[in-house]
Antibody, heavy 119, light 107 residues
């Protein structure tokens, strides 16, 4: 059974960088059959796809966040990570990591982690 | 960016009733549309992908269909655990986008 688990600080100060890691078990980020994604959901609101990474390191970022986002993969640790720079209160959200088959939908999700941007 | 519009925003039904949820895309997404169920405090769960294929372990009461840019999720007979928010999502064009959701609540 594939499991994903987000980890990282729950509180980030404005203008600083949000950093989260997703640890994958029961599957490999080194698989060519999947993309590995970050999605976020502000409290009480809808879902926004931040971006995804392939095992090779190729990435795709949402244009609305592209200038501030970096997603990376560490195949040796079976993890992938998100960095979002220059955060503001508008970046307060539950951040999810998820697996995306090349053909299909987001089939496995982490439980989500709430990140609050506040001084 | 492809915009997905879901209707209605809220659907109030009783257990055992049929639920019909709609999702309209602002342009063609072929059949690259998925449906998710989200309950409070939980991550979304994949129900349907590529418009009409049930994900692993999803009960047969959930079905999806498509007609052009209009997509429908049908729950044939609502069970108590089906009361939740449902999102559609397209993977035809980047950025992949989600609809705003339809809340199915108990009448």
């Amino acid at each position: 059974q594939v499991q994903l688990q987000e980890s990282g600080p729950g509180l980030v100060k404005p203008s600083e960088t949000l950093s989260l890691t997703c640890s994958v078990s029961g599957g490999s980020v080194n698989s060519g059959s999947y993309h590995w994604s970050w999605i976020r959901q502000p409290p009480g609101k809808g879902l926004e796809w931040i971006g995804y990474i392939y095992y090779s390191g190729s990435t795709n970022y949402n244009p609305s966040l592209k200038s501030r986002v970096t997603i990376s993969v560490d195949t040796s640790k079976n993890q992938f990570s998100l960095k979002l720079s220059s955060v503001t209160a508008a970046d307060t959200a539950v951040y999810y990591c998820a697996r995306v088959p090349l053909y299909g939908g987001l089939d496995y999700w982490g439980q989500g982690t709430l990140v609050t941007v506040s001084s | 960016e492809i915009v997905l519009t879901q209707s209605p925003a809220t659907l109030s039904l009783s257990p055992g009733e049929r639920a019909t949820l709609s999702c309209r895309a602002s342009q063609s997404v072929s059949n690259y549309l998925a449906w998710y169920q989200q309950k409070p405090g939980q991550a979304p769960r994949l129900l349907i992908y590529d418009a009409s294929y049930r994900a692993t372990g999803i009960p047969a009461r959930f079905s999806g269909s498509a007609s052009g840019t209009d997509f429908t999720l049908t729950i044939s007979s609502l069970e108590p655990e089906d009361f939740a928010i449902y999102y559609c999502q397209q993977r035809s064009n980047w950025p992949f986008t989600f609809g705003p959701g339809t809340k199915v609540d108990i009448k």
